[in-house]
């Protein structure tokens, strides 16, 4: 891969960008100011200012160490998914990628397109780019699936502590499953609709599809320990909220603060800027359905999400800006398995 030259419409694009992700964290700041205000402010939420202002050091840092783990189990699995990126670049891009995903909340449409653009600039063909973007989604979801449906089954069969409550439980386990299944059977699926249409852009849009769903089913099947980057980006995430709520001194049973933390993320698709309120209010919402008291739920949520708002926000406009100082660089791919193992048996026979 070589470095294009650095085209006008590409320099609108990283001003845009910038000023996107600036923007973003400004109104972070000033949204997250006003919720510590309103707790502090409104009579019937100074309990959970106090709870807050009263949390333990201790496991607050453990917090803080639990989001910093997620976020380099997601660098991990993007740097899998990319395996010709190199290790430097690819980790500041997947840094920059969390970035917009905590700071400019799209359900994570800015995170992928900002990666995308990233990759592009440095001459990575679009279409590999939108696959293997997709492959990474779709990992990534399939993680959130499998631990959705495992930790409902096992809430509702009563191998967990926790509410028993088949709708609470049971259901969601059943709607993980039914996704999971059906993403399955779709490459298939797809693929006949594409024979049957005889060409054209839906067919070639079918055939991606399907060729996708089995990257992302090979990769998931494919045993390899970097899969646990994955595994690590989501449970290292409700590690976090864990260690807030044992902060407060108040810690419902994990298959809850699991199961809350799951469906309490789909706010993440509304279009608010670091979902602040959104999805604390999401939270505290299923926490309180699980049977948490409010007053816990309300700080633990609150903390968390400044926590896993700051960090990779953080740390990922770092990666950002360095990425922006070292654009013209050009990249070396890394090796492939199989060119690694030539490269190997070459060293060899020269001995």
């Known amino acids: 891969m070589s470095t294009p030259e650095l085209r006008e419409p590409q320099q609108v694009s990283e001003s845009d960008q910038a000023r996107r992700l600036r923007n973003g964290l400004v109104s972070g700041a000033i949204l997250l100011a006003l919720i510590v205000g309103l707790l502090l402010a409104v009579p019937g939420l100074h309990g959970v200012g106090h709870l807050v202002a009263d949390m333990a050091p201790g496991w607050v840092g453990a917090a803080v160490a639990l989001e910093i783990l997620s976020c380099l189990g997601y660098v991990l699995i993007f740097l899998t998914v990319f395996d010709r990126a190199p290790i430097v670049f690819g980790m500041r891009v997947a840094l920059t990628e969390m970035a917009f995903g905590a700071a400019v909340s799209l ?172 999805l604390e209010g999401s939270f505290v919402g299923m926490l309180v359905l699980y049977g948490v008291q409010a007053t816990p739920a309300a700080a633990a949520a609150v903390v968390y999400h400044a926590i896993a708002l700051w960090i990779p926000a953080i740390w990922g406009t770092a990666g950002f800006l360095r990425l922006r100082h070292s654009h013209h660089e050009p990249l070396i791919p890394r090796r492939t398995r199989e060119e690694r193992a030539k490269v190997r048996r070459g060293r060899s026979r020269l001995r």
């Open 107 to 278: 359900g994570g449409a800015g995170s992928i397109a900002v990666g995308a653009w990233l990759l592009r600039e440095r001459g990575v063909a679009t279409g590999q780019i939108a696959e293997r973007s997709a492959v990474l989604f779709l990992l990534t979801s399939a993680i959130n699936l499998i631990t959705l449906a495992a930790t409902g089954l096992a809430l509702g069969i009563g191998l967990l502590p926790g509410p028993r409550n088949p709708l609470l439980t049971l259901l969601p386990a059943a709607v993980a499953v039914a996704i999971f299944a059906f993403f399955l059977i779709l490459p298939p699926l797809t693929e006949r609709t594409g024979r049957t249409l005889g060409g054209g852009r839906v067919a070639t849009l079918l055939d991606a599809t399907a060729r996708t769903i089995r990257a992302t089913r090979s990769t998931l099947l494919r045993p390899n320990w970097r899969l646990l980057g994955a595994v690590g980006y989501l449970w290292f995430d409700i590690a976090v909220l864990w260690a807030c709520f044992r902060a407060t001194g108040h810690t419902p049973p994990i298959a809850v603060i699991v199961l809350a933390y799951q469906i309490g993320y789909l706010a993440n698709v509304l279009p608010v800027p670091g979902n602040i309120g959104v």
